[in-house]
């Protein structure tokens, strides 16, 4: 299988978008669980935040397609087409 994170920018905002994004999803659990006293928003700014990196990591490498949110989109039409 081909790497789809072979540009160093790409993988760059990957390794960021990484840290934000576990960052941003414990600081969500956080949130609802009263252990942060963060703003929703803020959280969910860090949050995207982190899948924008990602998106921008992919259009720089000219592999949108790869992105797992269009990956799930294409299986999930494909087994809808299917049955």
Same mark, same amino acid.
């Given at each position: 299988?081909?790497?789809? $994170?072979?540009?160093?920018?790409?993988? =760059?905002?990957?390794?960021?978008? @990484?840290?934000? !994004?576990?960052?941003?999803? !414990?600081?969500?659990?956080? $949130?609802?669980?009263?252990? !942060?006293?963060?703003? @929703?928003?803020? %959280?969910?700014?860090?949050?995207?935040?982190? +899948?924008?990196?990602? %998106?921008?990591?992919?259009?720089?490498?000219?592999? =949108?397609?790869? +992105?797992?949110?269009?990956?799930?989109?294409?299986?999930?039409?494909?087994?809808?087409?299917?049955?």
């Amino acid at each position: 299988m081909r790497s789809t $994170h072979r540009h160093p920018i790409n993988r =760059v905002l990957h390794a960021v978008g @990484l840290l934000l !994004y576990a960052s941003g999803f !414990y600081m969500l659990i956080s $949130h609802f669980t009263g252990q !942060y006293d963060l703003h @929703l928003v803020s %959280i969910l700014a860090i949050w995207f935040t982190a +899948i924008d990196l990602f %998106i921008v990591g992919h259009v720089i490498e000219g592999n =949108v397609g790869a +992105i797992t949110l269009t990956i799930l989109i294409k299986y999930t039409r494909f087994k809808l087409l299917t049955n």
